[in-house]
């Protein structure tokens, strides 16, 4: 989920391998075959569109609540918030807040609205006032942007996984479990739909919050249960940071740049989860826009209780692991949880915590796969291919040969990203979904003078100038590789090849007023106007009224 899966990298040593690796690959694949026994239960019969892209909007706001903080908690979330917070403390935890607030964001402005509005995809929304073809195209654009970069960088971190968990290294064995980890991703998409999918979603929401609440109460039970005699072990423990560990500015405030960089970071977080398609696509799968505002409001407590956990699981990790240990492992903060789950538990809680982080990545890449494949076979084929006219049927199949295609691309670009930074990737996605999703979303419900030539501005606007900026900035070029304390590594490790000229890792701080303005000045610019449209918008999104109904004209 985000940027601290970059860290995954596969190992050099694979000597410095802890627990079995056997009984890892053990309960690995024990998911693996009770979840696809689930999916083939859960999804017997005929696939309709309806079915294959939503569930049949069968599920309930509880249900959909836990799916969608199954689809939000990636691997990273866990290993790497929890790893930040050992080795940053106070800075490590702004991520864990930066997410939660973030679901204020879709709960307030978007869950129910967008649930009213649409239909099937994110464009659904987008298109319906304005002209469809040209509005579909850009949002489908945007979308696959998004879920590719995001599915990349998460294919990627499985790669590094298999070092820091399974004791494997080498290129071939990286490789494999990629190829392995797409395979299966694959399956659950063909064989269920979205219905299969959102229930692998739930039992690995359910099994990685137990997961992280065992490790949370054996830490505190190591201390008798005082979290104050728990930070002064992680203080003590670590000598480079001491009491800073419990204060702001230990990796954001060295300098003017890194202070305004959080800002930038902040802002991509906070406002971009609201525009992520795998999120959004989350709300049709239940059957009323209640059932949608309810299912936020699950997912809030779930996911800030759980980011509640990871601060216990952090600086436990720095009061009984310490950070010359993590720093010094293959994934070096991503490694903090799992030295941590075996320091307690051994080989057994270690393997139960591998475990879940590939089933994890398993859940998350699943929804992104579903998701992509549903814009490319409704937004572009259905709509703007054969413009409408196309049979139900030939809709779903080409939703699955897109779900294949997906994961194909999906595991090459992985083996070809495993070995580099891909922070980048996992940044880009939330800068594009913040800057090109969530402006035309907001402007689209709640502007009644917005237009096709707005929407057309912000979304090329945002998905344009976030792609460069990121290029431009140190994230690709100019920085050194990681050191202890050091800056962040870029992609292009050797520091004669330098061509960043942006300041920022993140180029939120840019891209999304730019969007936002880009938005306006299209829409200001053009003659464009249709009342009635928006009336009719503003009392679907209000009421829901017509929302079985195709949302096409």
Not at 275 to 294: D, E, I, M, N
Not at 340 to 358: K, N, T
């Amino acid at each position: 989920m985000i940027t601290f899966s970059a860290a995954l990298l596969p190992a050099a040593d694979a000597a410095t391998q802890v627990g079995s690796p056997m009984l890892n690959i053990a309960i690995f694949g024990a998911f693996v075959v009770g979840t696809l026994a689930i999916v083939i239960k859960v999804a017997s019969g005929r696939k309709t569109a309806g079915e294959f892209y939503t569930g049949g909007a069968a599920f309930t706001g509880r249900q959909n609540g836990i799916a969608i903080a199954g689809d939000y908690l990636s691997a990273a979330s866990f290993l790497g918030i929890a790893g930040a917070i050992a080795l940053q403390g106070y800075d490590g935890f702004l991520y864990s807040i930066g997410f939660l607030v973030a679901w204020l964001v879709a709960l307030l402005l978007v869950a129910e609205l967008l649930r009213n509005t649409g239909r099937f995809t994110m464009a659904d929304v987008l298109s319906y006032r304005l002209k469809q073809r040209p509005v579909r195209i850009a949002t489908a654009t945007s979308v696959i942007a998004v879920s590719f970069f995001y599915l990349l960088a998460q294919m990627a971190g499985a790669g590094g996984l298999v070092s820091l968990l399974l004791g494997v290294s080498g290129e071939t064995a990286q490789n494999i479990v990629i190829a392995i980890v797409g395979g299966v991703m694959i399956a659950y998409v063909l064989i269920g739909g979205m219905k299969g999918t959102t229930w692998v979603q739930i039992i690995k929401a359910v099994l990685l919050i137990a997961g992280t609440a065992i490790i949370t109460a054996w830490v505190l039970a190591k201390f008798g249960f005082n979290p104050s005699g728990l930070f002064q072990a992680a203080a003590d423990n670590s000598p480079e940071a001491g009491e800073k560990l419990f204060e702001p500015g230990l990796k954001y405030g060295k300098s003017l740049t890194t202070k305004i960089d959080f800002i930038s970071l902040s802002m991509a977080l906070v406002l971009g989860t609201a525009g992520l398609p795998h999120v959004l696509q989350r709300f049709y799968t239940v059957p009323t826009s209640k059932a949608a505002r309810r299912s936020v409001e699950w997912a809030i407590w779930l996911i800030g209780g759980f980011y509640l956990l990871t601060l216990v699981v952090g600086y436990g990790a720095a009061a009984l692991v310490g950070p010359d240990v993590i720093n010094a492992a293959p994934g070096k903060a991503n490694a903090a949880a799992p030295l941590l789950a075996f320091e307690l538990g051994g080989s057994v809680l270690l393997g139960v915590i591998s475990g879940i982080a590939f089933a994890t990545i398993l859940a998350v890449v699943a929804g992104l796969t579903i998701t992509t494949s549903a814009t490319f076979a409704h937004d572009l084929y259905r709509e703007v291919f054969r413009r409408g006219k196309i049979e139900e049927g030939a809709e779903v199949r080409v939703a699955r040969i897109a779900a294949i295609v997906i994961g194909i691309v999906a595991i090459v670009g992985g083996i070809f990203a495993k070995s580099q930074n891909i922070a980048f990737l996992v940044a880009l996605a939330f800068a594009v979904a913040a800057s090109a999703n969530l402006p035309t979303i907001l402007y689209s419900l709640f502007w009644k003078k917005f237009n096709t030539r707005g929407a057309l501005f912000s979304i090329y606007g945002g998905l344009i100038s976030s792609i460069v900026l990121i290029i431009f900035s140190p994230v690709v070029s100019g920085k050194a590789p990681l050191v202890e304390g050091g800056p962040s590594p870029s992609m292009i490790t050797n520091p004669a090849i330098d061509f960043s000229i942006f300041p920022l890792d993140n180029p939120g701080l840019i891209s999304i007023p730019l969007a936002f303005f880009l938005g306006w000045l299209g829409s200001v610019t053009s003659n464009e106007h249709n009342p009635q449209k928006y009336a009719e918008m503003e009392v679907r999104s209000l009421t829901g009224h017509g929302v079985a109904e195709a949302v096409h004209h």
